[in-house]
């Protein structure tokens, strides 16, 4: 079955850490881009960051710069996200999502997502 | 950083009628890189259209999209009950950071 399962989440202080995983299963991994997408409560839909095929490229959104490291392991079909200082405006349910495939060159990063795990809720609160 | 308004925020029809979702971009989208989710409660997005008229696998002829440039319009010929829900178009032809717009609810009147 082609799927996302991300994992990791949970309730932690302000300004400590918390490292998100997503396992991929039904498709070839490392042909395609992925990203993280989050959806706070209530509210809509966030982009956050996004890795390349290889990881040669990661991009981030501003409000996570410097602070979110993303990550991915092919042989394990794994995506990561390293949260740090982490906030309360960083609670959210986190997606783990499918992007471009390989050979998209230049546009790795600009794609659409058709796949979407069922994502992992993240808390952040004293 | 493109950014995405969607109207109205909330449309209340019944089963049965036609749904007419606007998205309209702060800049000219490079080509139709524009792409229509739809989310149910407690559900993660799932993707309708792409490339602003495409429908994606398994997604009914009763979702179309249309429009280039600044202005995006998904339409719903005639509304089942499983359509009402939660709409976001996402724009993906100018990145970091790809962008989404703030929904639009589709409400049963």
């Known amino acids: 079955e082609v799927q996302l399962v991300e994992s990791g989440g949970g309730l932690v202080q302000p300004g400590r850490s918390l490292r998100l995983s997503c396992a991929a299963s039904g498709f070839t991994f490392d042909d395609y881009a992925m990203h993280w997408v989050r959806q706070a409560p209530g509210k809509g839909l966030e982009w956050v960051s996004a890795?390349?095929?290889?990881?040669?490229?990661?991009g981030y959104a501003d409000s996570v710069k410097g602070r979110f490291t993303m990550s991915r392991d092919n042989a394990k079909k794994s995506l990561y996200l390293q949260m740090n200082s982490l906030r309360a405006e960083d609670t959210a349910l986190y997606y783990c999502?499918?992007?471009?495939?390989?050979?998209?060159?230049?546009?790795?990063?600009?794609?659409?997502?058709?796949?979407w795990g069922r994502g992992t809720l993240v808390t952040v609160s004293s | 950083e493109i950014v995405l308004t969607q109207s109205p925020g909330t449309l209340s029809l019944s089963p049965g009628e036609r749904a007419t979702l606007s998205c309209r971009a702060s800049?000219?989208?490079?080509?139709?890189?524009l792409a229509w989710y739809q989310q149910k409660p407690a559900q993660a997005p799932r993707l309708l259209i792409y490339?602003?008229?495409n429908r994606a696998t398994g997604i009914p002829d009763r979702f179309s999209g249309s429009g280039s440039g600044t202005d995006f319009t998904l339409t719903i010929s005639r509304l089942e009950p499983e359509d009402f829900a939660v709409y976001y178009c996402q724009q993906y032809g100018s990145s970091p950071p790809l962008t989404f717009g703030g929904g639009t609810k589709v409400e049963i009147k």
């Open positions: 490339g602003a008229s």
């Open positions: 999502t499918k992007g471009a495939p390989r050979g998209s060159g230049g546009r790795w990063g600009d794609w659409y997502f058709d796949l």
């Open positions: 890795i390349s095929w290889n990881s040669g490229s990661i």
């Open positions: 800049q000219s989208l490079s080509s139709t890189f």
